[in-house]
């Protein structure tokens, strides 16, 4: 089994900027993609941002707004959320994937004035 925790959501005015954390702990074994989907309410989720071996992905509503970031030593994966907008807000889930699926229970961001 693998643990997701999320941190790092919150309620930021459009324009403003978020940076969420996740941290992976237990059966992990070499290099796995991690990334980042989001679910906002009455839609289906989708992806936001991957990254694997230094190779990004990024959802086109969020390219050149948001960066993701690993650190392979704390096993951990980051997205930095710059010019946010209220159509950002939703849960953001943290996913790991070695050819197992794993999901972190979601930290909400909430873009409003």
């Known amino acids: 089994q693998v643990q997701l925790v999320e941190s790092g959501g919150g309620l930021v005015q459009p324009g403003g900027s978020l940076r969420l954390s996740c941290a992976a702990s237990g059966s992990i074994f070499g290099i796995a993609a991690m990334g980042w989907y989001r679910q906002a309410p009455g839609k289906q989720r989708e992806l936001v941002a991957r990254?694997?071996?230094?190779?990004?992905y990024y959802a086109d509503s969020v390219k050149g707004r948001f960066t993701i970031s690993r650190d392979n030593a704390k096993i951990a994966v980051y997205l930095q959320m710059n010019s946010l907008k209220p159509e950002d807000t939703a849960v953001y889930l943290c996913?790991?994937?070695?050819?197992?699926?794993?999901w972190g229970a979601g930290t909400l961001v909430t873009v409003s004035s």
């Open positions: 996913n790991y994937n070695d050819g197992r699926t794993y």
């Open positions: 990254i694997t071996s230094g190779v990004t």
